[in-house]
């Protein structure tokens, strides 16, 4: 690591104390930079790099709400605003008792490169309250999520900031959230996406993150000559994308034999197909936070307090949460043959895990690349907003996989062209800089 970037760690280090996964992110983005840096010493002597880690503006807030049973709870809000370079802020909005800033910083960082990468004009942001939706009644989340749009609705704005989903927010939460900022503002604008078909949402959208992934492991499979057809697939998580990433699977041919929760993971020799991927809505939609109850149902092998990673498996999709396969994981994949590892959530594999696939020289592709179509198609959802004309599902398909393969076109080339072929670390990192540090270059000390 040369002296330059061992020097931006150590200030984000001691800046930004006890914020592991904001660390971890930045530290995969700046090795890879390395490269360009070399070739364009502008981008250091602008600094660029020490600019993109300080956030544009934070605001962070207090969620006052009240129980069921008249109870106060105040919870924490936050929103990131990370980098409007190339667009306004894009990014979800996340509801788990894990929230932390450091933890959203992470995110906020990733989709500044993520929202690059998809070609659309969206800049990075992401926000989230340590809310905890398990158990809580439908009564219990609005009153939430007004209070959260109360406090938030005047930092955002269709042409300022968008938020969407994420982990523990829906199309039920987004619903709520855009009640109340309408009420607010007197708006009816595309100021969130992942909204409701009839009042504005784009079709394909609760689809589009597990599609996308699909479509981008499709593409690195073709790499080597191979397809979905017969194979085996792990996915951990039994959330959106993972709902998307089964669907698209059983499209393509291919067995999806495990999922995962908090309690630990099923495999379903059979795959899983047909009424069990519509229970994973119910799953979801019961907020029990339990895998096992799909095992039960089905009467399939439940392995607790384990991850998806030990059976033998040709592809692994990591839909969960950050950090969920480390080296460990990663060697027991590749023991058992695993061939393509493509990310669904946002870093689920830990730094040690990378470097575990990229020795071994299988197929591993970051999240900041394989799961952009969910926000890729957020960003086609304002496009119809803008233009007030919906598109069908087909059209938005469309869009969607074309943006995919361009997606891992644009990490193939520029790892090629950076001298490290096959790497999409480099290749997503180095697409995705290049073209918001122009940006911020043509935009004067910004
Ligand atoms: P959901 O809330 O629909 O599902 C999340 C899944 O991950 C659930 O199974 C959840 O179980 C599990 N999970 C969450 N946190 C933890 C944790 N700390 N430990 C173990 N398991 C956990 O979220 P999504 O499917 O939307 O998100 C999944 C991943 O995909 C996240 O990394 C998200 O950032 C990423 N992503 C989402 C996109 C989207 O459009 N929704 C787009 C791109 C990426 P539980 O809640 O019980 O912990
Ligand atoms: O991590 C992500 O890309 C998302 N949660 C989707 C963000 C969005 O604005 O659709």
Redesign the pocket.
């Known amino acids: 690591m040369s002296a330059y970037i061992q020097s931006v760690l150590a200030q984000v280090k001691a800046k930004n104390p006890a914020e592991p996964e904001f660390h971890q992110a930045v530290q995969e983005v700046a090795e890879s930079l390395e490269l360009v840096l070399q070739k364009h010493p502008e981008y250091q002597s602008a600094k660029i790099l020490e600019r993109m880690v300080e956030p544009e503006r934070v605001v962070m807030f207090r969620v006052p709400w009240m129980d069921d049973q008249e109870e106060i709870h105040i919870n924490r809000g936050f929103r990131i605003q990370m980098n409007s370079a190339i667009g306004p802020y894009k990014g ?1 909005l ?1 509801f ?1 008792p ?1 929230v932390t800033l450091g933890i959203l910083k992470f ?1 906020a960082f990733e989709q500044v490169f993520k929202n690059s990468l998809t070609s659309l004009p969206m800049g990075g942001g992401k926000g989230g309250s340590d809310f905890d939706p ?1 158990g809580k009644s439908d009564h219990e989340v609005m009153r939430f999520c007004q209070s959260f749009m109360t406090e938030l609705y005047r930092h955002i704005g269709a042409d300022v900031d968008v938020p ?5 927010v ?1 199309g039920r939460e987004i619903g709520f959230l855009y009640g109340q900022y309408k009420r607010l503002t007197k708006e009816f604008t595309g100021v969130l996406t992942g909204k409701g078909l009839n009042w504005g949402g784009s079709l394909i959208r609760p689809e ?2 597990g599609y996308g992934v699909v479509y981008f492991a499709e593409e690195m499979l073709k790499t080597k000559g191979q397809s979905f057809a017969g194979k085996k697939v792990a996915v951990s ?6 709902w998307g990433a089964v669907l698209k699977v059983n499209e393509l041919g291919g067995k999806v034999v495990t999922l995962s ?2 309690d630990g993971f099923i495999y379903d020799k059979d795959g899983v197909s047909g009424e069990k991927v519509d229970y994973m809505l119910e799953l ?1 939609a019961s907020a029990n ?1 339990r895998i096992k109850d799909y095992a039960d149902k089905f009467k399939v092998e439940f392995h607790p307090g384990k991850r998806s990673w030990s059976m033998k498996v040709d592809v692994a999709l990591p ?4 950090n ?1 396969l480390d080296a460990n994981d990663a060697k027991e994949l590749v023991k058992n043959g695993c061939v393509c590892v493509c990310e ?3 870093m ?1 594999t830990t730094l040690d895990g990378v470097k575990v696939f990229h020795d071994a020289g299988i197929l591993y592709s970051p ?1 900041k690349a394989s ?1 952009a179509g ?2 890729a198609t957020s960003g086609l959802e304002m496009s119809q907003n803008s233009m007030r004309l919906p598109w069908s599902k087909e059209e938005v398909d469309r869009r969607l996989h074309e943006i995919m393969r361009n997606i891992h076109h644009a990490c193939v080339e520029t790892a090629d062209r950076f001298g490290v072929p096959g790497n999409y670390v480099v290749g997503a990192n180095i697409a995705g800089f290049l073209k918001v540090a122009n940006a911020m270059l043509d935009q004067g000390l910004v």
């Open positions: 979800g996340r788990h894990s995110l398990k969407a989903g994420d982990i523990g829906g589009a993150t998580g039994f959330g959106n994308v993972a929760g908090p979801r936070d839909c969960a949460t950050q969920e669904g959530a946002n689920p999240g799961n969910g926000v």
